[in-house]
């Protein structure tokens, strides 16, 4: 993906985001994770794009609201899209 100089990032997509973006993990580049996230959605379907807008985000494995919190080389961003079920 792009912005090269910025902290590589690991991406991993669970369910529907899987299903858009055709694939279950990515490597994006952001210092943010709105930087991040923009990376991956670039040239993303309508679809996929949606998915993530609709998705909770887990860094490093805790939940983050925050697009401006900071990230650096190696950490991991989980995209989990709403899950329905009873």
Request: hydrophobic share 50%; with cysteine.
């Given at each position: ?21 055709g ?12 930087a ?28 983050c ?22």
């Amino acid at each position: 993906m792009s912005a090269a100089g910025s902290p590589a990032i690991r991406v991993r997509l669970f369910a529907g985001a899987a299903a858009a973006f055709g694939a279950d993990d990515a490597t994006v580049h952001g210092a943010t994770v709105g930087a991040a996230i923009a990376d991956l959605l670039e040239g993303a379907s309508a679809e996929a794009r949606t998915v993530v807008g609709r998705s909770s985000l887990l860094v490093n494995a805790v939940a983050c609201t925050d697009p401006g919190r900071a990230l650096a080389d190696g950490d991991r961003i989980d995209v989990l899209p709403p899950f329905a079920g009873g």
